[in-house]
């Protein structure tokens, strides 16, 4: 749930999400994958991840985990926040 209440489902969380200088940028895909780019380099981190109410699970293809949650519109990544890039701020 965001701060609502609302649960947020796979399809409220699919598409890009970047950081604000545009340096970092996440795909959420539907079929439960993502794909991170940092810069120029292209799938530095892929893998899995779920959604559970507002919070994300990840499961990189390396096998490390991380997790995020969706508050406000806003994902927060571990130390990163991200905004999905049609509402970039």
Avoid at 6 to 23: K, L, Q, S
Avoid at 54 to 83: P, Q
């Amino acid at each position: 749930m965001d701060e609502s209440g609302t649960t947020i489902d796979r399809a409220g969380v699919i598409g890009m999400w970047v950081t604000a200088d545009g340096f970092i940028r996440q795909e959420l895909r539907a079929d439960g994958r993502y794909d991170e780019a940092r810069g120029a380099r292209q799938c530095a981190y892929t893998g899995s991840y779920t959604v559970t109410g507002s919070h994300l699970d990840y499961l990189d293809d390396l096998g490390f985990t991380a997790t995020g949650d969706i508050c406000g519109g806003v994902l927060y990544h571990e130390h990163l926040v991200l905004y999905r890039e049609d509402q970039q701020s």
